[in-house]
């Protein structure tokens, strides 16, 4: 795709300073731009690459004043990180819009799709699907029955979405995920066998979604694991039944949340944090990475470790834990000391 630099300030409603009919077919960072490149400066520590560029264009702050003669035609406007972000989700647009069934698929005779579909090969619908407008399926996707999917969603290559689920709009879901596989319920007998108890909820998730590849999100034993709107999910992370998680928080990778756990909303989680079941995390809440997280959270907690301390006792904690073979030395020298003054009385 080959846009000018007057068409993509359009999209930005930007201003052009140098050639607006100079084209460009790609993107690039700034310190490795190349002709007919596109790049951006929203970082002060990269303005020395400006000058040395050699990205056709360059998006940047309109209050950015060259100090030395620049080759790269620039596009001034108010956030340039913030415009760059836009342009991409319009080049994904432009490239995502792909129309039409292709061969082979098996759609059900009761699954029913909007204007503007596209559903890859090898691909399967269930009875009574419903899909909405604009919605892009990859190659290789399973929908089972009953599951629906409202407007502009795109689930890529090879993932599976279990009967039921309700998928609300701008959702993505990517390669490998899992939607709605049974939560893990499983009642211990007398003889110490395990029986399963079947999983009859499903998964809801709500409008601007994202779920990471090879992440798994399981029904629930009962009613619905809930994923609220604007949430954020890396790849390979465990959201086991019933949990509920509000609105925008984000997750990053490999963390596991136990069953019926509930998190409150814009709450921020790093990598490999373990959460246990049936407890409540309020809002604003940040986890530090590899925290294990085993108790009720207060809104606005900031916590760290495992077990997880608040974050400033942590630190706190931190500088006794990396002294501890010092203090035990000097408590080693103060029990001599006290043994060797008891026996010289």
């Known amino acids: 795709m080959v846009f000018t630099a007057g068409q993509i300030a ?15 077919h790609k993107l690039a960072k700034i310190e490795e731009g190349e002709r007919g490149s596109l790049t951006f400066l929203a970082n002060p ?3 020395s690459f400006i000058y040395t560029t050699k990205a056709s264009v360059t998006i940047v702050n309109k209050d950015f004043i ?5 080759a790269t035609t620039m596009i001034k406007v108010d956030d340039a990180y913030e415009s760059f972000s836009k342009l991409l989700e319009y080049y994904n647009q432009v490239k995502n819009n792909k129309v039409g069934v292709e061969s082979p698929v098996f759609t059900a005779d009761s699954a029913t799709y909007g204007d503007d579909f596209y559903l890859g090969a090898f691909s399967y619908l269930g009875n009574n699907v419903v ?13 089972g029955d009953n599951v629906k999917i409202a407007d502009n ?9 279990y009967s039921e689920t309700v998928i609300g709009e701008n959702c993505m879901i990517h390669s490998g995920a899992i939607i ?13 066998e395990f029986s399963r108890v079947p999983q009859t909820g499903n998964v809801i998730l709500e409008n601007n979604v994202d779920i990471g590849a090879g992440t798994t999100i399981d029904r629930a034993t009962l009613g619905s694991t809930i994923l609220r709107k604007g949430v954020k999910l890396d790849n390979q992370i465990q959201i086991a039944h019933n949990v ?10 490999q963390t596991g949340i136990a069953g019926s756990t509930k998190i409150g909303k814009r709450c921020m989680i790093g990598g490999q944090v373990g959460i246990v079941g ?19 959270i207060k809104d606005n907690e900031v916590l760290q470790g495992s077990p997880a301390l608040t974050y400033a006792d942590y630190n706190k904690s931190y500088v006794h834990f990396k002294n501890l073979p010092k203090i035990v030395k000097k408590i080693d020298k103060l029990e001599k000391k006290i043994d060797s003054d008891q026996d010289n009385r």
């Open 10 to 24: 359009g999209i930005l409603e930007g201003e052009v300073e140098g050639n607006p009919e100079i084209a460009v």
């Open 45 to 47: 520590k990269y303005t």
């Open 244 to 253: 509920e998680i509000g609105e925008h928080t984000v997750i990053a990778a």
């Open 131 to 143: 899909i909405g407008n604009n919605v892009k399926i990859y190659p290789n996707v399973y929908i």
């Open 66 to 70: 060259p100090e030395q003669d620049i």
């Open 153 to 161: 969603v795109i689930i890529f290559a090879g993932a599976k979405v």
């Open 278 to 296: 049936h407890i409540t995390i309020g809002d604003n809440v940040k986890i530090q990475a590899q925290s294990g997280i085993g108790r009720n």
């Open 180 to 192: 709605g596989a049974d939560g893990f319920g499983y009642s211990p007998n007398k003889n110490g």
